[in-house]
């Protein structure tokens, strides 16, 4: 059964898809930018088998179609909008309706669906703000969330949006927060 991720042609959806490719699994990858011809061309010479949507990860009706099309048994909501002050200021609305408008489209659909056994969404470091980075050690139990940035704030609000549907639908959800990612 193919696994569906939504930012599949973001930095961290390619290498996801790339390491699931890798492993010989069908990829089902959502975006609203092609992939890259790059990977493409990377992705054809490993063993899983890559499937392409170009779509907006917000629009509920393209995600529920993926889902009917594919049938995916696995959901990674990677789609998202990292926003420095600039982009905050130009256009905040598109920073939520991607961070957890994107990620509410995609669990509610694989509740729709039925079947999906596991959905991992990948949240940000970011929602501790500055209590992550004056921290010795950062402690998920109890070092404080304070997102400064709208990206925090709506990678928390898309943490929390994701953890509430999970629980009324009963999909198994864990939240990833990912540090400073960087690579080839």
Known sequence: MPVLVTGAAGFVGLALVEHLLARGEHVVGLDLAPTPADAR???????????????DARDADAVRDAFARHAPDRLGTLAAVTADAARERAAPRAVFDVNVGGAIAAIAAAAAQGGVRRVVHASSGS??????????????????????GLYGIS??????????????????????????????
Do not use: N
């Not at 898309?158 to 990612?181: F, K, M, N, S, Y």
């Open 41 to 55: 061309d990377a992705f054809a010479a490993l063993p899983g088998r890559f499937e392409p949507i170009v779509a």
């Open 127 to 148: 929602v501790y703000g500055a209590s992550g980075a004056a921290a010795e050690v950062l402690r998920e139990d109890d070092t404080p969330l304070r997102p400064e």
């Open 155 to 184: 990678k928390l609000a898309a943490e929390q949006a994701a953890l509430r549907l999970a629980a009324l639908h009963g999909l198994d959800l864990v939240v990833g927060r990912l540090g400073t990612c960087f690579g080839p």
